[in-house]
């Protein structure tokens, strides 16, 4: 009993590692030249770089010439003041971005971790800032993306499970972003971003296309389970368990099997996908027992493409796949502290996909 105890401390601890340093300034990823047309935004997330998402902004450039790429600089060594100072942070740089780009009519968002999070909100600032009930900083909402990220918070949903009495010691590590992922106080932020017909549903709604990546197993972060934090899948549970989980999974209606190699663990990628459908007007809100059952049915009624992700060499006894999930770079010493062991190479095959 007492080593299941120091195990859950030990756990919440994990959970944070990366919001207790921080580095020297990064390299950011190239931006196009010319005169593009479409805005894409990446957000790293919780005590990440501007570095982070390199990998993944140099697919989407060479894919599409006329894209702008720009890594969001504006929450680097700024990520435990919590979500809403974060996404009004976001909102601010993709306003001064675009009007320094007259040529870009067109805005998508890629959110990493905690950076969805931080998308969805700024989303929904702008939204209510257009004025027009259709635009984002004057732009056209394209495609909105998330890759592993706590969209239901982190409470029912850590590697192993917590106990409640332990959630408020994540205000000691990541301050009031610690109080956001674990849904603490009397009224919770992450609820009201998932309010049917408020500004953060409509921010979200106002995109054609909404995408969600998560891994299937081995994320000590975001496991599958919470929409499962990455998800959607509020009774999923803790992620130690979720390989055991995945078999079933895979037989509920709607779900396509994209790659029988990676659900047997013979190569990388994308195993499963599922769509969920657009429910038009105010989504209906059922008064679900718990928190996160309540929020994932208001999300999936924005209707999105979902993809699950599986990484050979990660397991639960080896659960490395978070950092593996958006090809995460790493620079400085981080690069020679964790290369070894994360190889977050590993997720440069997942790329082209998400692009």
């Known amino acids: 009993r007492a080593s299941r105890r120091i195990s859950r401390c030990v756990l919440l601890l994990l959970l944070v590692l990366g919001a207790v340093v921080q580095e020297v300034w990064p390299t950011p990823c190239a931006v196009a030249v010319g005169s593009p047309t479409h805005l894409v935004v990446l957000q790293h997330g919780l005590s990440g770089t501007v570095a982070d998402l390199n990998r993944l902004g140099a697919e989407l450039q060479q894919a599409c010439p ?3 790429v720009h890594s969001a600089t504006s929450n680097f060594g700024r990520t435990t003041d919590g979500v809403a100072a974060g996404g009004l942070r976001l909102a601010e740089e993709i306003r001064a971005v675009a009007a320094q780009h007259p040529t870009v009519c067109e805005l998508s968002l890629v959110g990493n971790s905690l950076g969805g999070l931080y998308a969805r909100f700024a989303a929904g600032e702008l939204w209510a800032a257009s004025g027009d009930g ?4 004057g732009l056209r909402p394209a495609t909105f993306v998330s890759i592993g990220c706590p969209h239901l918070g982190i409470r029912r949903f850590t590697f192993l499970p917590v106990p409640d009495v332990l959630h408020g010691a994540s205000r000691a590590v990541v301050g009031r972003t610690g109080e956001d992922l674990f849904l603490l106080g009397s009224e919770p932020l992450l609820p009201k971003m998932a309010e049917p017909g408020g500004r953060f549903d409509r ?6 296309r909404r995408g969600l990546y998560a891994n299937l197993w081995g994320d000590f972060m975001a496991p599958w389970v919470p929409f499962g934090t990455a998800a959607l ?4 549970g803790p992620g130690a368990a979720d390989e055991a989980r995945v078999t079933d999974f895979v037989h509920r209606p709607g ?13 990388d990628g994308v195993a499963l996908a599922l769509e969920t459908p657009t429910v038009s007007g105010q989504a209906e809100d ?8 309540r929020m994932a049915g208001l999300l999936e009624a924005c209707g999105w493409s979902k993809f699950a992700v599986g990484f050979r060499r990660t397991s639960s006894l080896f659960p490395m796949a978070h950092n593996k999930i958006s090809a995460l770079t790493r620079e400085g010493w981080r690069k020679d502290a964790f290369a070894w062991l994360e190889r977050t190479e590993d997720g440069k095959s997942l790329l082209p996909h998400i692009a």
């Open 233 to 236: 899948e509020p009774e999923w």
């Open 203 to 208: 921010g979200l709604r106002a995109f054609r």
């Open 134 to 137: 259709e635009t984002l900083a």
């Open 286 to 293: 059922r008064g679900e027992a718990s928190e996160e059952k």
């Open 255 to 267: 779900v396509a099997v994209v790659d029988e190699q990676v659900l047997r663990r013979q190569r």
């Open 66 to 68: 006329d894209v702008l």
